[in-house]
């Protein structure tokens, strides 16, 4: 019997596994993706130092291995590099249409099928559609008043500007997260002047970044499945600790955190000296609340004579630099917005129509919900890839891919095979999953009431990260339990 044929949107990690993994079940797909590449987030994220803060022994597909890799935490062009070496390898190319953003995708009752209508038009139908748009993809950009007054070069972080000039000049870099602790050790290096404007500190543990060894890199070119069980690149080693390392920062334990807390205090300690840039630089809030973030180079830079630490709010941009709302203004030549995306709305580009004329937008309005964050009520056949509660605080989210996609799998082979067209959670089951992720969520950092981050939503719920243990996870997921589902 014929298998299904599916369109995924987005040629990320997320979408390229979901195609792969398809295609060897016998199932045909058609991917939609907005960029002019492959790669999602590593071929919109192009900015100085970009790279991925898991081990590429963990991030890489554990099915799709790559010998060209160069250091034990890769950099996100060879990510998107090794995004292209899959594409290649498992020969999806002729099924990837680049450079046309999908805009509306609607599901027929009578049919039992959906069709996803692009921005040049283009209309592609299939029996199901996966959704591998990532959560992160959208900039943020502050809405900090005279921004558009500023006449020197601005930039952000999730769509940097190569041309503009950063070597001798006055640069400020408004943020202080993940993307800022990457992208302030290289201006460092070369920017005149470096303000760096933190709105609030964050937690910073060792990254313990290294080259990969000749052994193994030569290993890694002759015989891959041997350089897997070594050093940097041990995966099942680096995979055991980082599950650990759930109930060791994000537990609501004091025990857990206590260690981290310590690792944190002591790596900020080694590297600065002054203790008045410590204390600006010691959150107030409980460690592993917000994303924990790993560098071994962003304290230092911020101890560079050329580096300016400003905790200072900011109260205005205008033409020729930033000023704070104590009266200090800082003279730029560039502005870098390193503030990261927009998270909690859950607000989808497509406009995604299910049943009774559904819009998952809609539905999505106040807080998001799937079942196992992958299937939602009213959606037939729509299969979520990083949906709502499976971010992650620990791990790797490619793990998360992994076992998503092979549920999407398993139940459209299980549709194939039963001859049913679809299938859709109910919304009995969708509240129970959801209601025991809420409650485990309780007893996490997450829920302390002195945590706020973009974990959350406005009303405190906890929407986006899985409640335990990513092995926890993959036994949720690990068959389709169709009691849970109305078949079509």
Known sequence: ?????????????????????????????????????????????????????????????????????SRAYPQGGEIQAYAEEITDRYQLRPNVHLGDEATEAVWDEASKTWTVTTVSGATYTGDAVIGALGQLNRPNWPAIPGKD????????????????????????????????????????????????????PNWVIPRRDVQLSMEEGALLGTDPESAMKLGAMNREIIYQ???????????????????????AINHMNKQVADPDLRAKLTPDYPVGCRRILISDDYFPALTQENVTLETDGIETIDATGVQTASGTHHDLDVIAFATGFETTGWRWSVDVQGRGGAHLNDVWKDYPEAYL?????????????????????????????????EYAVKALDGLTESGNAAMVPTKAAQD?????????????VWADPACNSWYK????KITQNWSSH???????????????????
């Open 241 to 263: 600790n980082a599950d650990t390392y759930f109930w060791q920062a994000f537990k609501w334990t004091p025990e857990g955190r206590a260690a981290y807390h310590t690792i």
């Open 432 to 444: 129970r999953f959801n209601a025991q992720v809420q409650a485990d969520l309780d007893k996490t």
């Open 149 to 200: 007054d500023f006449q020197g070069a601005i930039t952000h972080s999730a769509g940097w500007d190569h041309s503009i000039e950063t070597k001798g000049k006055r640069v400020g870099i408004i943020g202080s997260a993940a993307s800022a602790v990457q992208i302030i050790p290289e201006i460092a290096k070369e920017a005149s002047e470096l303000v760096v404007f933190q709105r609030s």
């Open 457 to 460: 939503n406005e009303h405190g």
């Open 373 to 405: 964050g992958i299937t939602v009520a009213d959606f037939p056949n729509l299969f979520v890839l990083y949906g709502p509660n499976t971010n992650l605080g620990h791990n790797s989210i490619t793990f998360m891919l992994e076992r998503q996609v």
């Open 470 to 488: 990513t092995r926890d996870y993959a036994a949720a997921v690990a068959e389709v339990k169709l009691e849970d589902y109305e078949l079509i």
């Open 1 to 69: 019997m014929a298998g299904k044929h599916v369109i995924i949107i987005g040629a990320g990690l997320g979408g390229l596994c979901a195609a792969i993994k398809l295609q060897e079940a016998g199932h045909t797909y058609s991917i939609v993706e907005k960029m002019d590449r492959v790669g999602g987030t590593w071929a919109q994220n192009t900015y100085p130092g970009v790279a991925c803060d898991v081990p590429v022994a963990l991030y890489q597909f554990s099915f799709a291995q790559s010998v060209n890799w």
